[in-house]
């Protein structure tokens, strides 16, 4: 049985990260949906409530299991009997970064990554751009889930 780890701030969960979850689900047996604590920058939504957004998301899912983590991803990888990382690659720009990080995790700790290409109708689609269009009173409709939408229409309700 291969357990798959996909990692990332989810800040929040867009339609292009649930497309390569949904994806790795089809291929590997189990699905760890890793969700970092502490992001560099001040999230939109603290880790709980993202966590608590991709539990939602997923919980018809039983092969999808949700959780958070701090420190080297490869620790938290190892706690969990986790096989392979999974990555979303929207595009060439993102392959530099992303090639770097898979060579070192696995010079870290021997695990592999495979990446999935996104579908081409999320190739575009990034939580920042999301959080800068809906900001500036743009429709995050179609580009994230529903209910995370309404959570950012909330919380920019709130800011206003
Ligand atoms: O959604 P993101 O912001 O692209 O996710 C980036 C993430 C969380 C996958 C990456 O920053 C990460 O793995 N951080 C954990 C710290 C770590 O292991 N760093 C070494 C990477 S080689």
């Given at each position: ?31 760890v ?12 939504f ?9 539990d ?8 999808v ?68 269009v ?12 529903g ?6 229409k ?7």
């Open positions: 049985m291969t357990t798959a780890v996909c990692p990332g701030s989810f800040d929040p969960p867009t339609n292009g990260h649930m497309d390569v979850i949904r994806r790795s689900v089809s291929v590997f047996d189990r699905v949906v890793a969700v970092i604590r502490n992001l560099s920058k001040t999230p939109m603290t880790s709980e409530e993202r966590l608590e957004m991709l939602d998301l997923f919980a018809d899912e039983p092969r299991e949700v959780a958070s983590f701090d420190g080297l991803l490869v620790d938290f990888a190892r706690t969990r009997d986790v096989g392979v990382i999974v990555k979303g690659l929207r595009a060439v720009s993102d392959f530099d970064y992303e090639l770097q990080m898979a060579q070192m995790n696995h010079r870290l700790s021997g695990i592999d990554t495979v990446f999935i290409p996104t579908s081409p109708e999320h190739a575009y689609l990034s939580s920042s751009l999301v959080k800068e809906g900001s500036l009173g743009g429709t995050v409709d179609g580009l994230v889930p209910e995370v939408g309404r959570l950012m909330e919380r920019w309700s709130h800011e206003r």
